[in-house]
């Protein structure tokens, strides 16, 4: 956790226990302590931070917290016009105290108070920010859109989702899922097919950032596929769910899977361990609602022709969900650079789908990634 959200859980600590307690009472002075020294450990990490709550995930810094996504105080924050704080190095105790009366007034009055004071507060801005918003979602404004020839991609600046599943990542080489953040990340995703028939990220400059990459664009075209086949809303982010994290058994590997370009016999056998590791973390940590991220991440390497990894000893077919994200993920990884090879054009990466249907690649799944790519 970082420590912009640790102060903005202890901020939050500190309005309810304004709301449960009179003024000066123990409990809500100790809240708001608790909140300072979070803010303290905020600066040890830099001077200035400034906060936007805009009634969806709050944003530190320009960078928005997908962590918080249903945070409930950054509605409350933006309905009476906090939208903006911005906190500078230096700020003592007693302008905190004074910034919290002040929002806790707006709370009350549901607005900003008549009789709010306009004295500055010693390291500490805030105001109202005004958003305009575009009345139909279809018309909002699409910025960094490249297209692709030949092809139904649209390759999109998607800085915000790539590190969010940067953070997925390192929480699940400690053996933890960020839950939270991969179903921020997937309705974030979904928005995009408001503009795009077949969103993706831009491919990264270096072979480092391909798992995010290829993650977030799996993703996608899963998703793409589930809306052609008629899939409900809830039904597609299970869905984009299970494709987000089907290989986050990668993450428990050693670091040096990451950017090797050769494996011997024995470092192989190591890496087609990943599909188990990725179900078991999943299946322990990953709470209700991880079942099918479970199973796809077990399935995904499977074969219609009965070869891929793990070996079974009985082989009933694999989960449908497994057979769309395996030719998702196939097509991806191909269109990915690679340390070891350039990208593929999306011909050739079709060619080689139409060429494996029904031996490495289930034959009604490449049929649904093609047509999409083709449009």
């Known amino acids: 956790m970082s420590e912009a959200i640790r102060f903005l859980h202890a901020l939050a600590q500190a309005f309810a226990?304004?709301?449960?307690?009179?003024?000066g009472h123990p409990a809500a002075a100790r809240a708001a302590t608790h909140a300072w020294e979070a803010l303290n450990a905020l600066f040890a990490r830099g001077p200035d931070h400034a906060f936007l709550f805009l009634g969806t995930a709050p944003i530190h810094d320009g960078?928005?917290?997908?962590?918080?996504?249903?945070?409930?105080?950054?509605?409350?924050l933006a309905k009476v016009g906090m939208h903006r704080i911005e906190f500078h190095h230096g700020v003592p105790l007693e302008a905190l105290d004074q910034l919290l009366e002040?929002?806790?007034?707006?709370?009350?009055?549901?607005?900003?108070?008549?009789?709010?004071?306009?004295?500055?507060?010693?390291?500490?801005?805030?105001?109202?920010?005004?958003?305009?918003?575009?009345?139909?979602?279809?018309?909002?404004?699409?910025?960094?859109?490249?297209?692709?020839?030949?092809?139904?991609?649209?390759?999109?600046?998607?800085?915000?989702?790539?590190?969010?599943?940067?953070?997925?990542?390192?929480?699940?080489?400690?053996?933890r899922?960020?839950?939270?953040?991969?179903?921020?990340?997937?309705?974030?995703?979904?928005?995009?097919?408001?503009?795009?028939?077949?969103?993706?990220a831009?491919?990264?400059?270096?072979?480092?950032?391909?798992s995010a990459v290829h993650a977030i664009n799996t993703t996608c075209l899963a998703i793409a596929a589930g809306r052609a086949a008629g899939l409900e809303r809830v039904d597609l982010h299970l869905l984009g769910h299970a494709a987000l994290l089907h290989d986050i058994g990668m993450a428990r590997l050693p670091e040096y899977f990451r950017a090797a370009t050769r494996l011997s016999e024995p470092e192989r056998a190591t890496m087609e361990q990943h599909p188990a590791l990725g179900a078991e973390l999943l299946l322990t940590v990953g709470g209700a609602g991880a079942e099918l991220a479970a199973i796809v991440s077990w399935e995904h390497h499977l074969r219609p022709d009965g070869t891929g990894y793990p070996r079974r000893r009985f082989r009933?077919?694999?989960?449908?969900?497994?057979?769309?994200?395996a030719v998702a993920s196939a097509f991806v990884s191909l269109r990915c650079p690679r340390p070891f090879r350039p990208a593929w054009t999306p011909s050739r990466v079709l060619s080689y789908l139409e060429e494996g249907a029904g031996t490495v690649h289930d034959i009604e799944a490449a049929r649904s990634i093609i047509a999409l790519v083709r449009g």
């Open 63 to 76: 960078r928005p917290l997908h962590e918080l996504a249903t945070w409930p105080w950054s509605a409350r």
């Open 177 to 200: 899922l960020a839950r939270a953040e991969a179903d921020a990340i997937v309705r974030l995703l979904m928005g995009h097919f408001h503009h795009h028939r077949l969103p993706q």
């Open 316 to 325: 009933p077919p694999a989960h449908w969900a497994s057979r769309l994200v």
């Open 17 to 23: 226990a304004m709301n449960l307690y009179s003024p």
């Open 202 to 210: 831009a491919a990264p400059e270096h072979h480092l950032d391909y």
């Open 102 to 175: 002040r929002i806790q007034g707006r709370f009350v009055d549901g607005g900003t108070p008549a009789d709010e004071s306009v004295e500055p507060l010693e390291g500490i801005d805030y105001g109202a920010v005004i958003v305009e918003e575009a009345e139909d979602p279809e018309q909002l404004p699409v910025e960094s859109e490249v297209p692709v020839e030949g092809s139904s991609e649209v390759m999109l600046d998607m800085t915000d989702e790539l590190e969010a599943f940067a953070f997925i990542r390192e929480e699940a080489t400690a053996g």
